[in-house]
């Protein structure tokens, strides 16, 4: 991006997938947030890592490597997306955002209410995992 955005700061341009360029949000309908956040890697050596530092994270059983992403788009309502799909709920506590039509991902996640059951309205979309045009 030209301009760096700061906290609070409304996205100014659109927000693609960064595999298949398919948009996943126009401009101005997130809001950037840190919110510090374990995310499954996207793609997985097929080797083990033998790197003390990964992080980790148990997801339905399995263990999966992370990363430790901080800045994300926050978008409060789902039909805000022009195109992302949603994983199986995971842990009893979080849906992974996917692009919908590459379905690579997770690209963000959404937090389950643990009383309800139902998604929060709460949508995040990491920075580092999109791309802008």
Not at 34 to 58: H, W, Y
Not at 101 to 121: A, D, H, M, V, Y
Request: glycine share 4%; proline share 6%.
């Amino acid at each position: 991006m030209e301009n760096l955005p700061t906290i609070g700061d409304r996205n100014t341009q659109t927000i693609v997938c960064s595999f298949c360029d398919d948009i996943i949000l126009r401009p101005q309908t997130a809001t950037l947030t840190k919110n510090p956040t374990l995310l499954p890697q996207m793609s997985v050596d097929k080797k083990s890592s033998t790197d003390a530092d990964t992080n980790r994270l148990s997801i339905n059983g399995s263990d999966h490597p992370c990363d430790s992403l901080e800045l994300f788009w926050l978008v409060s309502d789902m039909f805000t997306f022009e195109n992302v799909g949603f994983s199986n709920t995971v842990n009893n506590q979080t849906k992974y955002l996917v692009c919908a039509n590459c379905e690579r991902g997770p690209i963000g996640f959404s937090p389950i209410n643990p009383s309800t059951r139902q998604l929060e309205k709460e949508f995040y979309v990491a920075t580092d995992r999109i791309k802008y045009k």
